[in-house]
């Protein structure tokens, strides 16, 4: 069974930045896209990035222009990078094979101000 890991996660300032990864245990088939969300307790997950097979790319409104999706097919991986952090970035991010219900367990980001 495939498992998503995410990785990559921890402290960091205001301004800074993080890159994110998202795993897969073993080959998936490609057709398959890949989604990053974000929750904070008590609040719904939120959409932040996702990424087609193809590679194209789509992003919520409140990451456009800091944050870039992207994936390496032959490492099994997805990225998310994630530049001019701000404290309300902070959340669990989740990594997604969209169109299905397998998530990964999350990796906890947060931005000090």
């Known amino acids: 069974q495939v498992q998503l890991v995410e990785s990559g996660g921890g402290l960091v300032q205001a301004g800074g930045s993080l890159r994110l990864s998202c795993a897969a245990s073993?080959?998936?088939?490609?057709?398959?896209?890949i989604g990053w969300y974000r929750q904070v307790p008590g609040n719904e997950r939120e959409l932040v990035a996702t990424i087609s097979s193809g590679g194209s790319t789509n992003y919520g409104d409140s990451v456009k222009g800091r944050f870039t999706i992207s994936r390496d097919n032959a490492k099994k991986t997805v990225y998310l990078q994630m530049n001019s952090l701000k404290p309300e970035d902070t959340a669990v991010y989740y990594c997604?094979?969209?169109?299905?219900?397998?998530w990964g367990k999350g990796t906890q980001v947060t931005v000090s101000s």
């Open positions: 073993r080959r998936t088939p490609s057709i398959y896209g």
């Open positions: 997604n094979m969209l169109g299905t219900a397998l």
